[in-house]
T-cell receptor, first 113, second 110 residues
Framework: DTEVTQTPKHLVMGMTNKKSLKCEQH?????MYWYKQKAKKPPELMFV???????INESVPSRFSPECPNSSLLNLHLHALQPEDSALYLC????????????FGPGTRLLVL | ELKVEQNPLFLSMQEGKNYTIYCNYS?????LYWYRQDPGKSLESLFV?????AVKQEGRLMASLDTKARLSTLHITAAVHDLSATYFC??????????FGPGTRLSVLP
């Protein structure tokens, strides 16, 4: 099973809302990633969890808060987002950080009104 | 600051032709990745190149890495329509950061 799942597929939220994105993998991978992708742009790495510890935070605003409850799950908590945060949010996992193929989930398309 | 460039940004080619996409990066790294993205879809990992001189092939695609020149190539052989997609390279700066190139939008015409 080489599947990474993400929920929800689509999300519309207001600037005062709190919501969470969820990512799950059951491949035994020890690295998980959050990316943000705006339309017609390359993905930007937001967070990397390696062995359930945050190893890179690419200077992402604090309104994005990652959480890794266990080795299979990755959450991204959203609070007080801005319209410019509207994007496709992609989760990925790999066996080891960076050294291996990354498997991507289908993404959550987020619209902030 | 790590910068990654791709050339060309747009590529329209006929089926059956060969072509090469280039990926240049600005700092020392020996880890480079190629991805494919179809419109409205997620990313698919194509190749992971982890050392100087690494060459990997899958079907009509072949990727290589020259760390001294800070250059990777993605060669397409006898293109088919199914290869139409956006291709990204990405470079890992030893875990310090991870940067994607701007992408090459490939269109293969019959």
């Amino acid at each position: 099973d080489t599947e990474v799942t993400q929920t929800p597929k689509h999300l519309v939220m207001g600037m005062t809302n709190k919501k969470s994105l969820k990512c799950e993998q059951h491949m035994g991978h020890r690295a998980m990633y959050w990316y943000k992708q705006k339309a017609k742009k390359p993905p930007e790495l937001m967070f990397v969890y390696s062995y359930e510890k945050l190893s890179i935070n690419e200077s992402v605003p604090s309104r994005f808060s990652p959480e890794c409850p266990n080795s299979s799950l990755l959450n991204l908590h959203l609070h007080a987002l801005q319209p410019e945060d509207s994007a496709l949010y992609l989760c990925a996992s790999s066996q080891e950080p960076y050294q291996e193929t990354q498997y991507f989930g289908p993404g959550t398309r987020l619209l902030v009104l | 600051e790590l910068k990654v460039e791709q050339n060309p940004l747009f590529l329209s080619m006929q089926e059956g032709k060969n072509y090469t996409i280039y990926c240049n990066y600005s700092t020392t790294s020996d880890r480079l990745y190629w991805y494919r993205q179809d419109p409205g879809k997620s990313l698919e990992s194509l190749f992971v190149l982890l050392s100087n001189g690494a060459v990997k092939q899958e079907g009509r695609l072949m990727a290589s890495l020259d760390t001294k020149a800070r250059l990777s190539t993605l060669h397409i052989t006898a293109a088919v329509h199914d290869l139409s997609a956006t291709y990204f390279c990405a470079v890992d700066n030893y875990g310090q950061n991870f940067v994607f190139g701007p992408g090459t939008r490939l269109s293969v015409l019959p």
